[in-house]
């Protein structure tokens, strides 16, 4: 008799026990893996982030019971970017959000499966990240940094504020994998300016400053950095050595014009965070990536710094700064 009661305590155990297991699994805080290809103290970086975890609190994920999220912050060093996107992903996260085209190539290397969602990037098409805008069809969606379109449109702006400019560098580190086409979408703008393109790679500090001081060397020169990753990083010190050598520049970037630098369009960084929270909301509700479709920037901004172009004696035209959303003086 005790024996069938034995057994039968043990059977509605066994019973019971998947219930329990389903109870405490969705009690489990769910993971997010955060990898930016970005140095962790830079506080304009941090804004960007921080964007993305109050939309993330907004949206219900408001504490660590129901959330974890786990960041890596390698800035531009391609051996801590594989580093830190294989420790992000042994965590077994929910879903990555991802700030960096090199950190983004890294991932798609290591997963197939695990959702990422990018924010900001060139082409992902033309790159290969995803099959098409409106269906991913793989682990990878989110918001791209903007239509190479708007390379000409910025060369177009330059032109317009320095007149004088005959020649204009690309400073770029051909480590991004979306530089080919910005760099064949410069070249093809350029002509029609009445400008001469020239490209220039550099990879670090010591290879910026020599591009800079050998640009400036020639007459007539212009600068034009595209976002990207080392640019951002070493902002300061490139807005100095540009000033130093009177070139007139324009940025990808708006944080470059804030530490100095003379012009920047672009979409706005936040928005483009706060709306990848949305996808990381929907994600963890059981959406799939692949049916998620990639997203353009909804708003643009320009930021002109008055007291840069008049160190370099530049009169800025009442046109372009009426079309600035942000003047520094």
């Given amino acids: 008799m005790s024996t069938r009661r034995e057994f039968i305590t043990l059977l509605g155990g066994a019973a019971a026990w998947p219930l329990a297991a389903q109870a405490q699994q969705k009690e489990q805080a769910r993971r997010i893996g955060v990898l930016m290809a970005l140095r962790q103290d830079d506080a304009e970086m941090q804004a960007r982030v921080g964007a993305f975890k109050q939309e993330l609190r907004k949206l219900g994920w408001a504490n660590d019971r129901e959330v974890v999220i786990n960041e890596r912050w390698p800035a531009d060093d ?20 991802v700030g960096g085209r090199r950190a983004v190539a890294v991932l798609q290397q290591l997963t197939r499966t695990v959702p990422v969602i990018f924010a900001g990037i060139g082409d992902p098409v033309e790159t290969g990240v995803v099959g098409s805008l409106a269906r991913p069809g793989g682990n990878f969606t989110g918001f791209t940094l903007m239509e190479y379109s708007v ?21 770029f580190n051909p480590d991004n994998p979306g530089i ?148 520094i003086e």
Wanted: glycine residues 6%; positive net charge.
């Fill in 78 to 97: 391609m051996d801590r970017i594989r580093a830190d996107a294989a420790e992000i992903l042994a965590g077994n996260p929910d879903v990555i959000l």
């Fill in 151 to 171: 390379i000409g449109k910025m060369l177009e702006m330059l032109k317009q504020l320095a007149p004088a400019i005959t020649r204009v560098a690309l400073i």
């Fill in 180 to 327: 080919v086409a910005t760099a064949r979408s410069f070249e093809a703008a350029a002509p029609s300016l009445g400008v001469r393109a020239v490209l220039n790679p550099i990879h670090d500090r010591i290879e910026l400053e020599r591009a800079i001081v050998t640009f400036a060397q020639g007459p007539n020169g212009g600068l034009f950095f595209p976002p990207d990753v080392t640019v951002v990083i070493h902002r300061a010190f490139i807005t100095d050595l540009v000033a130093r050598h009177r070139l007139p520049a324009i940025y990808g970037d708006p944080a470059l014009v804030k530490s100095g630098g003379l012009m920047a369009y672009g979409p706005d960084r936040i928005d483009i965070y706060r709306r990848a929270a949305s996808y990381a909301d929907r994600i963890l509700h059981g959406a799939n990536p692949a049916n998620l479709p990639v997203q353009n920037p909804t708003k643009y901004e320009m930021i002109l710094n008055l007291k840069t172009a008049k160190a370099l004696g530049l009169e800025v035209p009442p046109t372009l700064l009426a079309r600035a959303d942000e003047v």
